[in-house]
Nanobody, 124 residues
Framework: QVRLVESGGGLVQTGGSLRLSCFASGLPPSFYAMGWFRQVPGNEREFVASISITGGATYYSDSAKGRFTISRDNTKNEVYLQMMSLEPEDTALYLC?????????????????WGQGTQVTVSS
């Protein structure tokens, strides 16, 4: 059974940093590209970043570019999202997901497995 568990969220002040982790079990993550999305209640899930199988290629949303860094450690079955210079607009539930192998990285429908998410709240 595939399971994704996110951690590392919390409450930070504007300008602060957080590092999110996503641990994957039930599949060999080294065979899958992975992504991070975020969601605010009432809104659709928004692409944040994705990373290729080897970690050699990364993609970011415009809002994440320059502030967030996605990485992975396939020996630990983990994917990370380092977030810096956080703003109140970054407040959301952050979810990691497994890319199904086709489709645009930014498209939520291109991902087949999802975690429950970790809440990030940025105070002004």
């Amino acid at each position: 059974q595939v399971r994704l568990v996110e951690s590392g969220g919390g409450l930070v002040q504007t300008g602060g940093s957080l590092r999110l982790s996503c641990f994957a079990s039930g599949l060999p993550p080294s065979f899958y590209a992975m992504g991070w999305f975020r969601q605010v209640p009432g809104n659709e899930r928004e692409f944040v970043a994705s990373i290729s199988i080897t970690g050699g290629a990364t993609y970011y949303s415009d809002s994440a570019k320059g502030r967030f860094t996605i990485s992975r450690d396939n020996t630990k079955n983990e994917v990370y999202l380092q977030m810096m210079s956080l703003e109140p607009e970054d407040t959301a539930l952050y979810l990691c997901a497994v890319y199904q192998g086709s489709g645009a990285y930014q498209d939520v429908n291109s991902y087949i497995y999802w975690g429950q998410g970790t809440q990030v709240t940025v105070s002004s």
